[in-house]
Nanobody, 125 residues
Framework: QVQLVESGGGLVQTGGSLRLSCAAS????????VGWFRQAPGKEREFVAS????????FSSNSVKGRFTISRDNTKNTVYLQMDSLKPEDTAVYYCAADRGTAQAMSFRSTVDVWGKGTLVTVSS
């Protein structure tokens, strides 16, 4: 069974940091581009960041560029999202995603092959 399981969400103050993790199982992780999306209350799900199969390329949305860093460890079948300088507008459910297309394509597509169930990040002001 293919699964993506996120962890690391929680409550943090403005300016704080969190590190999200996403553990994959049931798929050959190194053959997938992986990324993170988020959905704030009352809004559509949006792209946050993605990383290519060999970590050679990363992409991120303008709203998180310079504050969030995506990385992956193919030996652990895990992708990470380091979130620094958090703002209240970063409050959302964060979803891990895996796709057999490219990391760049994930940045402008709303559909992917596999979704995680999400983890809630709340940034208090």
């Amino acid at each position: 069974q293919v699964q993506l399981v996120e962890s690391g969400g929680g409550l943090v103050q403005t300016g704080g940091s969190l590190r999200l993790s996403c553990a994959a199982s049931g798929l050959t992780f190194s053959t997938y581009a992986v990324g993170w999306f988020r959905q704030a209350p009352g809004k559509e799900r949006e792209f946050v960041a993605s990383i290519s199969r060999n970590s050679g390329s990363t992409f991120s949305s303008n709203s998180v560029k310079g504050r969030f860093t995506i990385s992956r460890d193919n030996t652990k079948n895990t992708v990470y999202l380091q979130m620094d300088s958090l703002k209240p507008e970063d409050t959302a459910v964060y979803y891990c995603a895996a796709d057999r297309g490219t990391a760049q394509a994930m940045s402008f597509r709303s559909t992917v092959d596999v979704w995680g169930k999400g983890t809630l990040v709340t940034v208090s002001s």
